[in-house]
């Protein structure tokens, strides 16, 4: 793969640049990563919100599961058209996750290279030692053979080439991809994304085991990585998951907000109208009888009520019973 490799001499160079202009190893690989991260920068909030919205969407997809599950053709047609109602394409955090991947391994194997000696210079490195004890000059080879191009002390770390003595890096790198996966699950979630984020924990143990076998060069590079991602996580989405352990954090935040759950929606328009009908239709109806009242209180006749009937039969009667009295005392 000659691409690849002039892509990863191409990225060691830019490293061994920073190098020198740094004076420090450790130095050099937190600028190398933080210029990585943002020449990627486009590539990841494209993918983030990509999976953002698609998290968002999930309460609505199964809304619409639960309506069309037996009309498969109907499904498809309400799916694509809450995408497009959301503006939502289904594909778009694969492509700049795939776009940035090559990216991010070519990073890693140029911090790899630098930080380490390959068995081929461990095996120089005792030819040369051997011919050292024999007395023959091999120049300043023998002084450079076997150290990796990145070594040096930085913080705590003796030599970036070999592993963390103390530990920490690997702590580290396990605590921040813990905090990466929780930001990047919602805060509410159903049983399916519970299941897949327990899941998706077994990455930091991965990642901490890493550490304890890879260069801490490699392993400091994976730290700033992951302190960055955090970052990102909270600019584009909040503090996710996150905030249900850690009851301190504030729920919101992000640029792009969560969109409420299609049943939520429906609870806050029901509560809505339940309130306005609760406090309006009384008004209403009295407002309606106030008004029909006028009219319907000078007519009489077909538009008489039986009370009203019966009074005005009650005096015709009384005056027909009187001439009768009248003639029997006659």
Same mark, same amino acid.
């Given at each position: 793969?000659?691409?690849?490799?002039?892509?990863?001499?191409?990225?060691?160079?830019?490293?061994?640049?920073?190098? @020198?202009?740094?004076?420090?190893?450790?130095?050099?690989?937190?600028?190398?990563?933080?210029?990585?991260? &943002?020449?990627?920068?486009?590539?990841?909030?494209?993918?983030?919100?990509?999976? @953002?919205?698609?998290?968002?969407?999930? %309460?609505?997809?199964?809304?619409?599961?639960?309506?069309?599950?037996?009309?498969?053709?109907?499904?498809?047609?309400? $799916?694509?058209?809450?995408?497009?109602?959301?503006?939502?394409?289904?594909?778009?955090?694969?492509? !700049?996750?795939?776009?940035?991947?090559?990216?991010?391994?070519?990073?890693?194997?140029?911090?790899?290279?630098?930080?380490?000696?390959? !068995?081929?210079?461990?095996?120089?490195?005792?030819?040369?030692?051997?011919?050292?004890?024999?007395?023959?000059?091999?120049?300043?080879?023998? +002084? $450079?053979?076997?150290?990796?191009?990145?070594?040096?002390?930085?913080?705590?770390? *003796?030599?970036?080439?070999? $592993?963390? *003595?103390?530990? &920490?890096?690997?702590?580290?790198?396990?605590?921040?991809?813990?905090?990466?996966?929780?930001?990047?699950? %919602?805060?509410?979630?159903?049983?399916?994304?519970?299941?897949?984020?327990?899941?998706?924990?077994?990455?930091?143990?991965?990642?901490?085991?890493?550490?304890?076998?890879?260069?801490?060069?490699?392993?400091?590079?994976?730290?700033?990585?992951?302190?960055?991602? &955090?970052?990102?996580?909270?600019?584009?989405?909040?503090?996710?998951?996150? +905030?249900?352990?850690?009851?301190?954090?504030?729920?919101?935040?992000?640029?792009?907000? *969560?969109? !409420?759950?299609?049943?939520?929606?429906?609870?806050?328009?029901?509560?809505?109208?339940?309130?306005?009908?609760?406090?309006?239709?009384?008004?209403?109806?009295?407002?309606?009888?106030?008004?029909? @009242?006028?009219?319907?209180? %000078? /007519?009489?006749?077909?538009?008489?009520? *039986?009370?009203?009937?019966?009074?005005?039969?009650?005096?015709?009667?009384?005056?027909?019973?009187?001439?009768? @009295? /009248?003639?029997? /005392?006659?």
């Amino acid at each position: 793969m000659p691409i690849w490799l002039a892509f990863v001499e191409f990225l060691q160079q830019v490293l061994l640049t920073f190098y @020198r202009w740094t004076g420090s190893a450790g130095f050099a690989i937190i600028l190398f990563t933080i210029v990585a991260r &943002i020449v990627i920068l486009p590539l990841t909030i494209k993918s983030l919100q990509s999976s @953002r919205k698609m998290q968002e969407l999930q %309460p609505h997809m199964k809304e619409l599961q639960r309506k069309y599950g037996k009309d498969p053709q109907k499904l498809q047609e309400e $799916t694509m058209r809450l995408y497009r109602e959301y503006k939502v394409n289904p594909v778009g955090g694969c492509l !700049p996750m795939l776009l940035q991947l090559p990216i991010f391994l070519g990073v890693y194997q140029a911090v790899i290279n630098l930080t380490r000696v390959s !068995p081929a210079e461990h095996a120089g490195s005792a030819m040369l030692r051997v011919l050292n004890e024999q007395g023959i000059a091999v120049g300043v080879a023998s +002084a $450079t053979l076997g150290q990796p191009q990145l070594a040096g002390s930085f913080l705590w770390l *003796p030599d970036l080439g070999k $592993t963390d *003595p103390y530990y &920490i890096l690997p702590i580290l790198s396990v605590i921040f991809q813990l905090i990466v996966q929780l930001m990047a699950t %919602p805060r509410v979630q159903d049983p399916q994304q519970k299941a897949m984020m327990q899941s998706m924990l077994i990455l930091p143990i991965v990642f901490g085991y890493i550490g304890f076998i890879f260069p801490s060069g490699a392993v400091l590079y994976w730290v700033v990585g992951s302190i960055l991602s &955090i970052i990102q996580q909270y600019v584009i989405s909040g503090w996710g998951s996150l +905030a249900n352990y850690l009851k301190f954090l504030p729920t919101d935040g992000g640029l792009f907000p *969560p969109v !409420p759950p299609p049943s939520v929606q429906a609870a806050a328009s029901s509560t809505g109208s339940g309130s306005a009908s609760a406090t309006d239709e009384p008004a209403q109806k009295v407002d309606f009888w106030e008004v029909l @009242r006028p009219l319907t209180e %000078p /007519r009489s006749g077909a538009g008489e009520s *039986p009370a009203q009937s019966t009074e005005s039969a009650a005096p015709s009667e009384v005056r027909q019973a009187a001439p009768r @009295r /009248r003639r029997v /005392r006659k």
